[in-house]
């Protein structure tokens, strides 16, 4: 089966409407070089929402019963097709404030850090996690590694 990574796009606040067409253009290319990351018995829908801190914080504070705003929420359920077989439906939060508020006060590019997210987000996808220390190193190793294949320099040596 050949593996299919599908991604849309949602602009729900209007703080990421000069940034939307860059988004786009790197999220792609991020989610062809992590392909092999992927899961070849899968097809994945992956919905990026562009948003802001209060809607992160309301699905935060829902979902994952924690009462703040985060850079990122990843949100995975599975589906089954009969015609595509087994689905990932994914559905990542990403909150411009939050991730504005980082990158001024760590003097660093917007679009390293949103890339950064966006791997780390793609590897939860895809069964990664840092629910402890060997995870957490396991994970941030990848990280380094693939964000080096895009041009962008280690994010943990800020």
């Known amino acids: 089966m050949k593996k299919i990574i599908f991604l849309e796009f949602f602009l729900n606040s209007k703080k990421w409407n000069n940034k939307s067409v860059e ?3 790197l999220s792609n290319k991020t989610a ?3 392909k092999p ?17 209060n809607e992160v914080k309301k699905l935060n504070r829902r979902y994952k ?5 985060t850079d990122v929420l990843t ?11 087994k689905i990932v439906c994914c559905d990542l939060f990403f909150s411009i404030d939050t991730i504005e508020k980082f990158i001024n006060k760590n003097k660093i590019s917007f679009y390293d850090h949103f ?7 793609f590897l939860h996808i895809n069964g990664f996690k840092h629910d402890n220390n060997k995870n957490y190193e396991i994970m941030k190793k990848k990280e380094i590694e693939i964000l080096k294949k895009l041009g962008i320099n280690n994010p943990y040596i800020i």
């Open 75 to 85: 949100f995975i359920s599975e589906t089954y097709n009969k015609k595509l077989k």
């Open 32 to 34: 062809k070089i992590m």
């Open 37 to 53: 990351f992927f899961n070849n018995k899968y097809h994945y829908n992956v919905n990026l929402v562009l948003s802001d801190k």
């Open 65 to 69: 019963n924690n009462n703040k705003d």
């Open 115 to 121: 890339n950064h997210l966006l791997v780390h987000s």
């Open 23 to 25: 988004i786009t253009k």
